[in-house]
């Protein structure tokens, strides 16, 4: 994708904490099948170099699919592979920085926590989306902060760029996320993983993706 074109909506995908890459490819492209709208590549244990494989690896897939490739954490590495876009946390970088590096055509999404006021600010400083979580209990970071769903409707009125539910989305509270106002869902575990560990088959995978897409199109 050349252009920033692509409203984040639907299911935002973000990949597994997977160390062999013929197993991540295989889980990406059956959650593409069944209708991922974003997909963001993040691997914790993965060193850089693995890393730079797994997310050169994703890349023609996600192209193929017509979907938004984002880059966890690295700016660097979006802009190696000219990924669409990358994801900021809040200790990962300051956002006018990271737009005036990425320049005007690529996606630059941030973690908000359950802050208002750092969507606020993501959105003064060129952020595409804002993230807030976690919205429920969740495997991947059950440390995260908890952010109310009533945080939703309450940045819909103040702010103008899309917002992500991320933490503990299953299937059935993402409805819950949804309905709360949030446009987009970011959905690891309940995709990819069987009670955060243990890996599920391609099938379930796609489709799990598509149960969750479905949500978007009621």
Known sequence: MQEKAHKIRGLYAVTPDEEN????????????????????????????KLQTQQARA???????YQVPFIINDSIKLCLTLDADGVHLGGDDGNLIEARARLGANKILGASC?????????????GADYAAFGACFVSATKPGAPVAPLQLFAQAKQAVG???????????????QAIAAGADAIAVVG??????????????????????????FHV
């Open 21 to 48: 890459t013929d197993v991540l490819l295989a889980k990406v492209e059956a959650a593409l099948r069944g209708g991922v709208s974003v997909l963001q590549y993040r691997n914790k244990r993965a060193d850089h």
């Open 113 to 125: 926590y359950n802050q208002l006021e750092l969507a606020l600010a993501a959105e003064q400083t």
């Open 161 to 175: 760029i899309p917002l992500v539910a991320i933490g503990g989305i299953t299937l059935e509270n993402a409805p």
């Open 190 to 215: 309940a995709l990819f993983n069987r009670d955060g560990e243990n890996g599920l088959s391609v099938e379930t995978v796609e489709g799990r993706a598509r149960q969750f897409s479905q949500f």
């Open 58 to 64: 994703i890349l023609p897939l996600c192209r193929q």
